[in-house]
Nanobody
Framework: QIQLVESGGGLVQAGGSLRLSCVAS????????MGWFRQAPGKDREFVAA?????AYADSVKGRFTISRDNAKNTVYLQMNSLKRKDTAVYYC?????????????????WGQGTQVTVSS
């Protein structure tokens, strides 16, 4: 079992950048696929990006967001560039022991508390 803590959210103008971090507890971080999801008010939680040995992205963020991980630091990152107002949401880090790179929230076992990202015009 692992615990996840996100950080790095905030208020940014459209076109700007933010980098989210998610630190995991435990010594088996490298065994997990890690994902980022987001949830805007009144909307369902949606997939953003995930990584194990390779990465996967939602179409809406391809070319703008980059997911990476540092297993030595038990940390996964989400670099967000060219931010748009529609990127405004609470961003959640998630972990799963599944060997694939899941894109559905139901396939993830552990979740962080979320970090707010607000993009202003």
């Amino acid at each position: 079992q692992i615990q996840l803590v996100e950080s790095g959210g905030g208020l940014v103008q459209a076109g700007g950048s933010l980098r989210l971090s998610c630190v995991a507890s435990g010594r088996t971080f490298g065994s997990y696929a890690m994902g980022w999801f987001r949830q805007a008010p009144g909307k369902d939680r949606e997939f953003v990006a995930a990584i194990r040995w390779s990465a996967a992205y939602a179409d809406s963020v391809k070319g703008r967001f980059t997911i990476s991980r540092d297993n030595a630091k038990n940390t996964v990152y989400l670099q967000m560039n060219s931010l748009k107002r529609k990127d405004t949401a609470v961003y959640y880090c998630a972990a799963t022991i599944l060997m694939a790179i899941p894109t559905m929230a139901s396939e993830y076992d552990y979740w962080g508390q979320g970090t707010q990202v607000t993009v202003s015009s």
